[in-house]
């Protein structure tokens, strides 16, 4: 079966979520398929400085990648002002015109038809409205998130009346396109069943289907294997991770620093709490300083350190749409985590019951709980938790040819 991804941004090496997501369902179904990945967002530099850098996955040799490049020598990418000034101009929200612009378009008129074209992130619909099959036989697209609660999150947070005009015209021209985006592919993808049910109650969809953002399994492996192999001691270390120039994550972080960390002072915490990810503004910094306990560690090329240290993995989610890609991270590698209702909730269904999983809402339990957990003993002794099928690609993309093809 021939398989066509297509993906604003090269997913190589997968040091951010939505990276992640892309990596894997490509390495996954390069196992068993024939698969194009097409990027147009990076220049041939960027991909092949990112090429270099150490990672502990490795581009599969059956995966074909193809960057389309423009005349001025780059492959996307536009400035903030010429973003929104676009944006103005065009029928798409900025969002839209900055990751699915149109000049990819003309160069890929002559693609060959394949069996399977997978389009990433509702703000594919560009593309999808007007980029023509081809003779290519299924179409799906990918939903990591509902972008027009995006906007409007932002536009609500808004101090001054242009950006929250912007915002607010953004989420309107976005919600038009998502009740569209059904009628244009064979099936949703969403990461996220919350996501499948606001499409289901809001756009009245019935081509949707729940998959999960999958983990490397050798990867998962070897962290696994990694802290099995390492003597640990002193007191508990938990994490903190996500580019904190991304709202959802910085509310997080916030959640973390302004509500659990001062009752956790009072309490004489004695362990750790390590905010990883780029991004930290002055304000954060400065709100978590009364406290010895936290710690920032910017952005980290290579996160295999940071994952064999941790007791358990915190993961509160504040706001913003989609799964949490460090929560199944962490249940891909054997790592506990403490989340509130809502992380759980947009997981797949079959992780939602993990016995690595911890539950509580309010900052007060998460307090109770960090406070009395000793060092690596919860860990250790759910070392023997398996990997969840649900988190391997290759098992989870069966239904491809089980069931998604079978009318060949």
Same mark, same amino acid.
């Given at each position: 079966?021939?398989?066509?991804?297509?993906?604003?941004?090269?997913?190589?090496?997968?040091?951010?979520?939505?990276?992640?997501?892309?990596? *894997?369902?490509? !390495?996954?179904?390069?196992?068993?398929?024939?698969?194009?990945?097409? +990027?147009?967002?990076?220049?041939?530099?960027?991909?092949?400085?990112?090429?270099?850098?150490?990672?502990?996955?490795?581009?599969?040799?059956?995966? &074909?990648?193809?960057?389309?490049?423009?005349?001025?020598?780059?492959?996307?990418?536009?400035?903030? %002002?010429?973003? #929104?000034?676009?944006?103005?101009?065009? *029928?798409?929200? +900025?969002?839209?015109?900055?990751?699915?612009?149109? %000049?990819?378009?003309?160069?890929?008129?002559?693609?060959?038809?394949? =069996?399977?074209?997978?389009?990433?992130?509702? #703000?594919?619909?560009?593309?999808?409205?007007?980029?023509?099959?081809?003779?290519? /036989?299924?179409?799906? !697209?990918?939903?990591?998130?509902?972008? +027009?609660?995006?906007?409007?999150? /932002?536009?609500?947070?808004?101090?001054?009346?242009?950006?929250? %005009?912007? =915002?607010?015209?953004?989420?309107?021209?976005?919600?038009?396109?998502?009740?569209?985006?059904?009628?244009?592919? =064979?099936?949703? %993808? @969403?990461?996220?069943?919350?996501?499948?049910?606001?499409?289901?109650?809001?756009?009245?969809?019935?081509?949707? &289907?729940?998959?999960?953002?999958?983990?490397?399994?050798?990867?998962?492996?070897?962290?696994? $294997?990694? @802290?099995?192999?390492?003597?640990?001691?002193?007191?508990?270390?938990?994490?903190?991770?996500?580019?904190?120039?991304?709202?959802?994550?910085?509310?997080?972080?916030?959640?973390?620093?302004?509500?659990?960390?001062?009752?956790?002072?009072?309490?004489?915490?004695?362990?750790?709490?390590?905010? #990883?990810?780029?991004?930290?503004? $002055?304000?954060?910094?400065?709100?978590?300083?009364?406290?010895?306990?936290?710690?920032?560690?910017?952005?980290?090329?290579?996160?295999?350190?940071?994952?064999?240290?941790?007791?358990?993995?915190?993961?509160?989610?504040?706001?913003?749409?989609? #799964?949490?890609?460090?929560?199944?991270?962490?249940?891909?590698?054997?790592?506990?985590?403490?989340?509130?209702?809502?992380?759980?909730?947009?997981?797949?269904? =079959?992780?939602?019951?993990?016995?690595?999983?911890?539950? /509580?809402?309010?900052?007060?339990?998460? !307090?109770? @709980?960090?406070?009395?957990?000793?060092?690596?003993?919860?860990?250790?002794?759910?070392?023997?938790?398996?990997?969840?099928?649900?988190?391997?690609?290759?098992?989870?993309?069966?239904?491809? !040819?089980? $069931?998604?093809?079978? *009318?060949?």
């Amino acid at each position: 079966m021939t398989v066509r991804i297509y993906s604003p941004l090269f997913p190589f090496p997968p040091d951010e979520g939505n990276l992640l997501t892309v990596f *894997d369902q490509a !390495c996954s179904l390069a196992m068993s398929h024939e698969v194009e990945l097409v +990027s147009w967002m990076n220049t041939e530099a960027e991909v092949r400085e990112r090429r270099q850098r150490p990672s502990r996955v490795q581009l599969p040799p059956t995966l &074909r990648w193809r960057p389309l490049t423009t005349n001025r020598g780059r492959t996307g990418g536009e400035p903030a %002002w010429r973003r #929104v000034w676009q944006a103005f101009l065009s *029928d798409a929200a +900025s969002s839209e015109s900055h990751y699915y612009p149109q %000049w990819p378009l003309g160069v890929m008129r002559a693609d060959p038809p394949v =069996d399977l074209e997978i389009f990433h992130h509702t #703000v594919a619909y560009p593309w999808l409205a007007r980029k023509s099959r081809s003779g290519s /036989r299924r179409r799906v !697209c990918m939903v990591h998130d509902v972008a +027009s609660e995006l906007y409007r999150h /932002r536009a609500a947070g808004a101090s001054t009346s242009l950006p929250r %005009w912007f =915002d607010s015209r953004g989420a309107g021209i976005l919600e038009a396109h998502e009740s569209r985006l059904a009628e244009l592919v =064979d099936e949703l %993808w @969403f990461v996220s069943p919350v996501e499948m049910q606001l499409f289901q109650r809001k756009y009245g969809i019935k081509n949707g &289907r729940v998959t999960s953002p999958t983990i490397h399994t050798s990867a998962a492996q070897a962290i696994r $294997d990694n @802290f099995r192999n390492t003597a640990h001691s002193g007191p508990p270390v938990f994490g903190v991770l996500g580019n904190l120039r991304h709202t959802p994550n910085r509310w997080s972080a916030e959640f973390i620093v302004e509500k659990v960390a001062p009752l956790l002072a009072r309490e004489g915490f004695s362990g750790a709490i390590q905010l #990883v990810g780029k991004g930290a503004t $002055d304000e954060l910094i400065k709100a978590a300083a009364p406290y010895p306990f936290m710690s920032f560690a910017g952005f980290v090329p290579d996160l295999a350190a940071f994952w064999n240290e941790l007791s358990g993995m915190l993961v509160p989610h504040v706001g913003g749409t989609g #799964v949490r890609m460090k929560l199944l991270e962490a249940l891909a590698y054997g790592v506990p985590v403490l989340a509130n209702t809502d992380a759980v909730r947009r997981l797949h269904p =079959d992780l939602q019951s993990s016995p690595l999983l911890t539950v /509580r809402d309010e900052p007060a339990e998460w !307090c109770r @709980f960090l406070a009395q957990e000793k060092a690596f003993e919860r860990r250790s002794r759910m070392a023997a938790v398996p990997i969840p099928k649900v988190l391997k690609g290759r098992e989870l993309y069966a239904f491809v !040819c089980d $069931d998604y093809l079978s *009318d060949r």
